[in-house]
Each structure stands twice: as structure tokens, then as C-alpha cells.
């Protein structure tokens, strides 16, 4: 079965820096990757999504990169502020005409002023 | 905004009772998904529909969870027995076509509670 892990359950950063969060697959190949910010007690909020064959989306402050060979996706938060505290989930999805997506656990974001 | 309505928003019941989660999904999305989040297992799916119709239950307890959508303007889950293991937050999650690449748009979920 698919295994999706996200480097760390929490990373602390101070306020102005760049936030790097991993996402690391194995066995078979997304098609697609999707990044969400979930806030307490809230639902999955959608920000990103990258393709296969693209190495990468940008969105304002947010960066998402897609690397097949390593099975790895980083998403980046530059400028940080401590409105980006939140927990970041990535996403998989397969290329089988369904939107099935098979979900990291996620990494607990916390920008420190 | 359009938005994915869930309720209860809490519930908390004792074991062996039934519980019935209501999801209103976005006007126009024909597709649905049942998703449960705890602490150890992260977001799992449960089910998955489309134009109404399952397609993918396969992440759901069978004996005990059943999942519908009598109409478009609502999917139900319902869980009987629920037993304390049942305890999470589901959420339910609509999607515009259903093909690839769509991002999915998520309600807030029910905290549900099996004493």
C-alpha cells in the first residue's frame, strides 16, 4: 500500500524565514500532488497542486516542488508570518480517472513572532 | 463563498448506539467523499460517489458503517453499533468533475465521541 510521510510531526520557525516541509512517498507514482493547511478544529483548506511532469508551482508566497526520481515533494512558505502556524498535509493522488487522494499525517507549522 | 456543510458539528454518544452524519455538499460538485481523522491513522477515505452513486467503499467497515446519498444536496454516514474505536473527526469533502487534478473541498467535520 502507499506510505506518505511527512518529515516531521512539528517544525518551529522564527517569523521572516522560510519554512521547507517534506513529503516523501514510495511505491507506485502520483500523477498528482496536492498540498492543504488544516487549522484547528477546521477542514482541509486546498492550496497547491502539482503535476508529474511539472517541477514546479508557485502561489504568492508558496512554493511546491515534485521530484519523481527522489519521490519527494517540498513545499515552501517564504516570508513566514504566524498566520501560516497551521498543520500541512500532502496529498496523493493516482492517474486512474478518480480523485482519490491518499493523505500524509501532516506537519504541525509553527511561526514564532 | 460556497462551502461544505457537516453536522453535528460534536457528538457524543454511548457505545451501541447508532450515529447519523449529515454532509451538504457544494451546489454543483458531483462528487463526495467520507473521510475519518484520528491522531495515529491521520485522514483515511471511507467512501467515495459520484453523480450519487458509490464508487469506492473499500477504506469502510462493512458490518457496521453504510454510506449514502439520497439526493445531491446530501450524503449521510451512519455508523450502528459505534463502538469506542469509532472515535474521530469525519469529514466530508466535495469535488467538481470527479477526474483528476481537482482539488477537494472539505467541511469542517463531526468530532464524534463513543463512550
Known amino acids: 500500500s502507499q506510505k506518505i510521510e511527512q518529515n516531521s510531526e512539528a517544525l518551529n520557525i522564527q517569523e521572516g524565514k522560510t519554512a521547507t516541509l517534506t513529503c516523501n512517498y514510495t511505491n507506485y507514482s502520483p500523477a498528482y500532488l496536492q498540498w492543504y493547511r488544516q487549522d484547528p478544529g477546521r477542514g482541509p483548506v486546498f492550496l497547491l497542486l502539482?503535476?508529474?511532469?511539472?517541477k514546479e508551482k508557485r502561489k504568492e508566497r508558496l512554493k511546491v516542488t515534485f521530484d519523481t526520481t527522489l519521490k519527494q515533494s517540498l513545499f515552501h512558505i517564504t516570508a513566514s508570518q504566524p498566520a501560516d502556524s497551521a498543520t500541512y498535509l500532502c496529498a496523493l493522488e493516482r492517474r486512474t480517472g478518480a480523485n482519490n487522494l491518499f493523505f500524509g499525517t501532516g506537519t504541525r507549522l509553527t511561526v514564532i513572532p | 463563498d460556497a462551502r461544505v456543510t457537516q453536522t453535528p458539528r460534536h457528538k457524543v454518544t454511548e457505545m451501541g448506539q447508532e450515529v447519523t452524519m449529515r454532509c451538504q455538499p457544494i451546489l454543483g460538485h458531483n462528487t463526495v467523499f467520507w473521510y475519518r481523522q484520528t491522531m495515529m491513522q491521520g485522514l483515511e477515505l471511507l467512501a467515495y460517489?459520484?453523480?450519487?452513486?458509490?464508487?469506492?467503499d473499500s477504506g469502510m467497515p462493512k458490518d457496521r458503517f453504510s454510506a449514502e446519498m439520497p439526493d445531491a444536496t446530501l450524503a449521510t454516514l451512519k455508523i450502528q453499533p459505534s463502538e469506542p474505536r469509532d472515535s474521530a473527526v469525519y469529514f466530508c469533502?466535495?469535488?467538481?468533475?470527479?477526474?483528476?487534478?481537482?482539488?477537494?473541498?472539505f467541511g469542517d467535520g463531526t468530532r464524534l465521541s463513543i463512550l
Open positions: 460517489f459520484r453523480n450519487r452513486a458509490p464508487l469506492d
Open positions: 502539482i503535476r508529474e511532469n511539472e
Open positions: 469533502a466535495s469535488g467538481g468533475t470527479g477526474r483528476n487534478n481537482q482539488p477537494q473541498h
